[in-house]
């Protein structure tokens, strides 16, 4: 059983690999789609990266939320840890340059 402070702990530890995911779906997104890159682009002088950026910056934001409200004192710092990795595990594949190719055809 964990504790009030443990909980908000976790609910950071998921919802910073909830923004790492967000950043690599839209980067992936962003370079299979060109429509999608131009879209997110905020600044002329940094192109998509600004908009990849925000989309992290409000999935980590609002997910972090929602989980410090909703998240079970019986979901532990243990199980918060092996979800980050997992989710920064899945955000590496993402970006690793030969998956993206092998989405590109």
Same mark, same amino acid.
């Given at each position: 059983?964990?504790?009030?402070?443990?909980?908000?702990?976790?609910?950071?530890? $998921?919802?910073?690999?909830?923004?790492?995911?967000?950043?690599? %779906?839209?980067?992936?997104?962003?370079? %299979?789609?060109?429509?999608?890159?131009?879209?997110?682009?905020?600044?002329?002088?940094?192109?998509?990266?600004?908009?990849?950026?925000?989309?992290?910056? $409000? $999935?980590?934001? $609002?997910?972090?939320?929602?989980?410090?409200?909703?998240?079970?004192?019986?979901?532990?710092?243990?199980?918060?840890?092996?979800?980050?990795?997992?989710?920064?595990?899945?955000?590496?594949?993402? %970006?690793?340059?030969?998956?993206?190719?092998?989405?590109?055809?």
């Amino acid at each position: 059983m964990g504790t009030a402070k443990e909980t908000k702990i976790a609910a950071a530890l $998921v919802g910073t690999g909830l923004g790492m995911l967000a950043l690599a %779906l839209a980067h992936m997104i962003s370079e %299979l789609n060109k429509a999608f890159s131009d879209a997110i682009t905020l600044h002329k002088g940094i192109g998509p990266y600004s908009g990849k950026m925000l989309i992290a910056a $409000v $999935v980590w934001l $609002v997910s972090w939320a929602i989980l410090s409200a909703t998240l079970k004192p019986t979901f532990s710092l243990r199980n918060a840890l092996i979800t980050l990795l997992v989710l920064a595990a899945l955000a590496t594949l993402i %970006l690793y340059p030969p998956f993206l190719w092998l989405l590109e055809g």
